[in-house]
């Protein structure tokens, strides 16, 4: 693995069902990002971790939950997953601390019909 | 007023203009700022950290106006290869978490 990592790349998904998003970074980094991105919104953040085994909620937290269980996996859980959750997200790390680039992942897109 | 605001464009340039870009943001307990590009359907990257003293990187400047709180972005000699979604990210203020504007939109056509 070089960088950060999400998989899968797509799906398609029914409502209804659950959906874990898996995103791995080999960088050592501490903090870790989730962002959903939508036409004319922009980048949404979902969650966030800033060491393992702490997470926080960003701007837009309801209908997904995380983990942060080691420095490297940070998967985003949507438990029963609804059509507005249609979107691409994507997953990124950096070094905690304000002056620190993030790194981001190719990104998934999900669809819910 | 939203944290972080930018003029969604699209902004559409010839090939070899100067163009520029403004992102305003409200914390004014803000110390660290970027310009992060993004290609359609692709990650956002780094394009360039925005420092107190400006920074200059080729053909991109950026600029910190901390008084009327707003960076910018200053593309010379635009390339057909700048056409792209710049982005602004500004730290909210106490914490580390970066917030995103919605981007501006750059077409430079031939």
């Known amino acids: 693995i070089a960088g950060i990592t999400q998989a899968p790349t797509s799906q398609i998904l029914a409502a209804g069902r659950r959906m874990t998003l898996r995103c791995t970074q080999d960088?050592?980094?501490?903090?870790m990002y989730w962002y959903r991105q939508d036409l004319g919104l922009g980048l949404r953040l979902i969650h966030y971790s800033n060491t393992a085994g702490t997470t926080g909620k960003g701007e837009v937290p309801d209908g997904y939950s995380v983990s942060r269980a080691n420095t490297d996996d940070f998967p985003l859980t949507l438990a029963s997953a609804v059509p507005s959750q249609t979107s691409v997200y994507f997953c990124?790390?950096?070094?905690?601390?304000?002056?620190?680039?993030?790194?981001f992942g190719p990104g998934t897109r999900l669809t819910v019909l | 007023r939203k944290e972080v605001e930018q003029d969604p464009g699209p902004f559409n340039v010839p090939e070899g203009a100067t163009v520029a870009f403004n992102c305003t943001y409200s914390n004014s307990a803000s110390q660290s700022f970027f310009w992060y590009r993004q290609d359609c359907r692709k990650e956002p990257k780094l394009l360039m950290s925005v420092y107190s003293s400006g920074n200059e990187d080729g053909r991109f400047t950026a600029q910190l106006n901390r008084a009327s709180q707003y960076i910018s972005l200053l593309i010379r000699d635009s390339k057909l290869s700048d056409s792209a979604t710049y982005l602004c990210v500004v730290p909210s203020g106490g914490s580390y978490i970066p917030t995103f504007g919605r981007g501006t939109s750059l077409i430079v056509h031939p």
């Open positions: 960088m050592r980094h501490n903090a």
């Open positions: 990124a790390s950096s070094v905690l601390g304000s002056g620190n680039e993030q790194f």
